[in-house]
């Protein structure tokens, strides 16, 4: 365990890190992932093949998820996402990120945002480091432009994202 740990602290990576990511995104698939996004997902989580981001905050709005600007329109199988997170943590390490978004913008605050399940390995996604003063880069800003997804990478429910988050997060 100990050469794990001193492996995975040289890319600033800790093993609490990589579990809680990795356990938090299978909760999520399996509380609200449809059998298909089960089978692909999990396995690969689970044997650590995978790691997953989540994008959550943004510039202007803080921590308050409410507040999501990053948009995603349905163009006809597929969404387009347009936006940026910022303070996602292992977003350059990461294969997948768990990524909210406006989906409805006439809706109010906390209503109208959904859970996607973006593939990291794609056109359109800009992975930056945040260098902190200690000049380690723990945390990314995400810049998504014009990426496009299979529409069946919603998590949930359409427009009840907020509800996912919340659970998430407690």
């Known amino acids: 365990?100990?050469?794990?740990?001193?492996?995975?602290?040289?890319?600033y990576i800790g093993v609490g890190s990589?579990?809680?990511?990795?356990?938090?995104a299978a909760e999520l698939i399996m509380g609200g992932?449809?059998?298909e996004q089960k089978k692909e997902w999990l396995p690969k989580l689970a044997a650590g093949e995978y790691l997953g981001a989540f994008?959550?905050?943004?510039?202007?709005?803080g921590s308050d998820s409410g507040a999501t600007a990053t948009t995603a329109v349905l163009d006809g199988d597929?969404?387009?996402?347009?936006?940026?997170?910022?303070?996602?943590?292992?977003?350059d390490k990461s294969q997948m990120m768990f990524v909210l978004v406006r989906t409805e913008p006439d809706a109010q605050?906390?209503?109208?945002?959904?859970?996607?399940?973006?593939?990291?390995n794609q056109p359109g996604i800009d992975v930056r480091p945040l260098k902190q003063m200690?000049?380690?880069?723990d945390f990314n800003e995400v810049f998504l432009d014009d990426v496009r997804i299979?529409?069946?990478?919603?998590?949930?429910?359409l427009n009840q994202g907020w509800s996912i988050a919340r659970s998430s997060l407690d």
């Open 18 to 24: 990589l579990g809680t990511r990795s356990e938090i």
């Open 1 to 11: 365990m100990c050469v794990v740990t001193e492996e995975l602290s040289r890319g």
């Open 109 to 120: 605050k906390h209503a109208g945002i959904s859970y996607l399940l973006i593939d990291m």
């Open 134 to 137: 200690t000049g380690n880069a």
């Open 55 to 61: 994008g959550l905050t943004e510039p202007g709005a």
């Open 78 to 91: 597929e969404w387009v996402i347009n936006g940026q997170k910022i303070w996602t943590s292992t977003a």
């Open 150 to 157: 299979p529409r069946e990478n919603l998590v949930g429910e």
């Open 33 to 35: 992932g449809t059998e």
